[in-house]
T-cell receptor, first 112, second 113 residues
Framework: GQQLNQSPQSMFIQEGEDVSMNCTSS?????WLWYKQDPGEGPVLLIA?????ELTSNGRLTAQFGITRKDSFLNISASIPSDVGIYFC????????????FGSGTQLTVLP | DTGVSQDPRHKITKRGQNVTFRCDPI?????LYWYRQTLGQGPEFLTY????????KSRLLSDRFSAERPKGSFSTLEIQRTEQGDSAMYLC???????????FGQGTRLTVV
């Protein structure tokens, strides 16, 4: 089946630093989505990307849809304590398996 | 409409019992997904519906699992003869169509004792 490789698995950063995480796949995706999940809660959608090369921002978050359509990255600028959580990438392909496939997540810890 | 709603939020059941979860998607969303998530892992796809039609089922969905979406609105996921390995967070999501943003509910945490 389709797999998304998400890295890094975890990050420890100082408050105020910028953060970058990415996802890669061997398959082409039509859509990339980035989610944040807090403990015991469902994933919350942060950013949606629909076109290769697209760069989209949502406040301090910026995400890009890779030109090859096989990768995406998420940047968080000037991190704050409430950024703590698990970030997931997810993709939808145009192939027969049109379901949302998730990466394994990046656990972000922001140190004061 | 305030988003995807799941009920119950938590369920504790004895091994061998049947359980049923409900998901109410965002109004007018045609697609509805079920996922399972265990600790430290990303959500794993179980099945999805396009309106009332169940179009795909993962190999994770054993014959003890059944999902329905009558009339293309709310959906139920039933697990029969629960096993300890069924303990997980069960997540429901909905989207307008196959290639649009999917929004998740808060999940149902199942514990099988």
């Amino acid at each position: 089946g389709q797999q998304l490789n998400q890295s890094p698995q975890s990050m420890f950063i100082q408050e105020g630093e910028d953060v970058s995480m990415n996802c890669t796949s061997s398959s082409i995706f039509n859509t990339w989505l980035w989610y944040k999940q807090d403990p015991g809660e469902g994933p919350v959608l942060l950013i949606a990307l629909y076109k290769a090369g697209e760069l989209t921002s949502n406040g301090r978050l910026t995400a890009q849809f890779g030109i090859t359509r096989k990768d995406s990255f998420l940047n968080i600028s000037a991190s704050i304590p409430s950024d703590v959580g698990i970030y997931f990438c997810a993709g939808i392909s145009s192939g027969s398996a049109r379901q949302l496939t998730f990466g394994s997540g990046t656990q972000l810890t922001v140190l004061p | 409409d305030t988003g995807v709603s799941q009920d119950p939020r938590h369920k504790i059941t004895k091994r061998g019992q049947n359980v049923t979860f409900r998901c109410d998607p965002i109004s007018e969303h045609n697609r509805l997904y079920w996922y399972r998530q265990t600790l430290g892992q990303g959500p794993e796809f179980l099945t999805y519906f396009q309106n009332e039609a169940q179009l795909e089922k993962s190999r994770l969905l054993s014959d003890r699992f059944s999902a329905e979406r009558p009339k293309g609105s709310f959906s139920t996921l039933e697990i029969q003869r629960t096993e300890q390995g069924d303990s997980a967070m069960y997540l429901c999501a909905s989207s307008l169509d196959w290639n649009t943003e999917a929004f998740f509910g808060q999940g149902t945490r199942l514990t099988v004792v």
